[in-house]
């Protein structure tokens, strides 16, 4: 069993910042791969970033220059800052994962999502 516990979402205007912080806890080998994904009201959910264990990371187009997605191995936690933020910014970010599992092989997690509210 694998839980991702997300933080750092909340009302902001236009132009500012915020950060979001996801911790995977468990009993797993290893987390491989993280993310984070948005769904907006009415849309479906879209990849934000993504990064590996490696460090190597990739962005959506809409965010790419704002966003910055990294992360702590040791402390098996994902952060997404977020800076010059916009009102399409607004959604529910999701924290994603792949744990390697000891008995099970890879096993993909989501968070329970965190409201990000941009106001204009």
């Known amino acids: 069993q694998v839980q991702l516990v997300e933080s750092g979402g909340g009302l902001v205007q236009a132009g500012g910042s915020l950060r979001l912080s996801c911790a995977a806890s468990?009993?797993?080998?290893?987390?491989?791969?993280m993310g984070w994904y948005r769904q907006a009201p009415g849309k479906q959910r879209e990849l934000v970033a993504r990064?590996?264990?490696?460090?190597?990371?990739n962005y959506a187009d809409s965010v790419k220059g704002r966003f910055t997605i990294s992360r702590d191995n040791a402390k098996s936690t994902v952060f997404l800052q977020m800076n010059s933020l916009k009102p399409e910014d607004t959604a529910v970010y999701y924290c994603?994962?792949?744990?390697?599992?000891?008995?099970?092989?890879?096993?993909?997690?989501w968070g329970q999502g965190t409201l990000v509210i941009v106001s204009s």
């Open positions: 994603n994962a792949v744990a390697t599992m000891w008995s099970r092989g890879d096993l993909e997690v």
């Open positions: 468990g009993r797993f080998v290893s987390i491989n791969d």
């Open positions: 990064i590996t264990s490696g460090g190597i990371t």
